[in-house]
């Protein structure tokens, strides 16, 4: 097998988009995680360095980044090869901007970009989902499937990982907000209801059907109109700081949607160009800096590469 020792990143992103919890995701430009891979002298796969550190473990089995290369490896075959792994953990921990995600991917395309690509997409994508799971124990590809693929990426169907790309209206950004608060994915999962109304269901399909017809006719109005979470947004905003008030802003700004950005506390806004988004990055820092709280803005286009080999 040919060893490429290599640098690689894989891009954070936006979960659910309002209409589609854990189905749909996009990917956002500039932030995301890094990995370095390079032949070992040890068997195994072995962590060498992990910049911004803070808790993550040296271990490869209980390390976000080092699972997805584990995966990868024991999926190839091959766990025995010397393998050394530099983790360049650019993305704050439980932001809801798929930070975990990230590190999987990273993982796991690092090792297909070091043996100079054994395998495909979907088989990375399994080893990243698998690794996924090890930071919030719970089964959903709506941050990996962008976070590799870039753009909007829809599932159809998890369990499989039945994925597909969507076509993107071209000058969309988005603004994502988050604000300094520790909110666990697990947490914010378990406040959920398992139950959906019949109405409520209607409605959200309705939502979502039209969302993926907008992109694919690159009608924005259309697009404006299905941004409406009835599900998820109500039961959750109650965790994250001024929801209400900075939604209301983005709207009046001129936002296609605003919600939560996957299990939060971010939040994004959708815009249909550039002077949207910076009127309402400038809106944010106000609004949250009035109240008190820190946050981190990002305004970007939407990543439509997913993730890379430098
Ligand atoms: N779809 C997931 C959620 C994303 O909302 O819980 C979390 O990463």
Same mark, same amino acid.
């Given at each position: 097998?040919?060893?490429?020792?290599?640098?690689?990143?894989?891009p954070?992103?936006?979960?659910?988009?309002?209409?589609?919890?854990?189905?749909? +995701?996009?990917?956002?430009?500039?932030? #995301?995680?890094?990995?370095?891979i390079?032949?070992?002298k040890?068997?195994?796969?072995?962590?060498n360095?992990?910049?911004?550190?803070?808790?993550?473990?040296?271990?490869?089995?209980k390390n976000?980044?080092?699972?997805?290369a584990?995966?990868?490896?024991?999926h190839?075959g091959?766990?025995?090869?010397?393998?050394?792994?530099?983790l360049?953990?650019?993305?704050?921990?439980g932001?809801?901007?798929g930070?975990s995600a990230?590190?999987a991917?990273? +993982?796991?395309?690092?090792?297909?970009?070091?043996?100079?690509? !054994?395998?495909?997409?979907?088989?990375v994508?399994?080893?990243?989902?698998?690794?996924?799971q090890?930071?919030?124990?719970?089964?959903?590809?709506?941050n990996?499937?962008?976070?590799?693929?870039?753009?909007?990426? @829809?599932?159809?169907?998890?369990?499989? @990982?039945?994925?597909?790309?969507? !076509?993107t209206?071209?000058?969309?950004?988005?603004?994502?907000?988050?604000?300094?608060?520790?909110l666990?994915?697990?947490?914010?999962?378990?406040?959920l209801?398992?139950?959906?109304e019949?109405?409520?269901h209607i409605?959200?399909?309705?939502?979502?059907?039209a969302?993926?017809?907008?992109?694919?006719?690159s009608?924005?109005e259309?697009?404006?109109?299905?941004?409406?979470?009835?599900i998820i947004?109500?039961?959750?905003?109650q965790?994250? !700081?001024?929801?209400?008030d900075?939604?209301?802003?983005?709207?009046?700004?001129?936002?296609? #949607?605003?919600?939560i950005?996957?299990? #939060?506390p971010?939040?994004?806004?959708?815009?249909?160009?550039?002077?949207?988004?910076?009127n309402?990055?400038?809106?944010?820092?106000?609004l949250?800096?009035?109240?008190?709280?820190?946050?981190?803005t990002?305004?970007?286009?939407?990543?439509?590469e997913?993730?890379?080999?430098?």
């Open positions: 097998m040919k060893k490429v020792p290599c640098k690689c990143f894989a954070a992103t936006v979960a659910n988009v309002a209409v589609g919890y854990d189905v749909l +995701g996009f990917a956002i430009e500039e932030l #995301g995680d890094e990995v370095i390079r032949e070992g040890e068997k195994g796969l072995k962590i360095t992990i910049r911004n550190r803070g808790k993550l473990s040296y271990d490869p089995t976000v980044a080092g699972y997805g584990l995966k990868m490896m024991q190839l091959i766990e025995d090869m010397p393998i050394e792994m530099d360049n953990k650019n993305m704050p921990i932001t809801g901007m930070s990230s590190s991917v990273a +993982g796991a395309f690092g090792i297909n970009a070091f043996l100079d690509w !054994p395998c495909k997409y979907h088989e994508l399994r080893c990243a989902t698998e690794a996924e090890l930071a919030d124990g719970s089964w959903h590809a709506d990996v499937a962008p976070s590799l693929y870039g753009g909007f990426v @829809l599932i159809r169907d998890n369990e499989s @990982l039945d994925v597909v790309g969507l !076509p209206i071209p000058g969309l950004r988005a603004v994502v907000i988050y604000p300094h608060i520790k666990l994915t697990k947490d914010s999962r378990d406040i209801s398992d139950k959906v019949l109405d409520q409605k959200q399909s309705g939502n979502l059907a969302f993926v017809a907008a992109m694919y006719k009608d924005i259309l697009l404006g109109r299905s941004i409406e979470d009835l947004e109500p039961q959750r905003a965790l994250i !700081p001024h929801f209400y900075m939604k209301e802003l983005a709207m009046t700004e001129g936002a296609l #949607g605003f919600s950005s996957g299990a #939060g971010s939040m994004f806004a959708l815009c249909a160009n550039s002077v949207i988004a910076d309402i990055e400038e809106g944010a820092r106000r949250f800096k009035d109240r008190g709280v820190q946050v981190t990002y305004n970007s286009k939407i990543n439509l997913g993730a890379k080999k430098y």
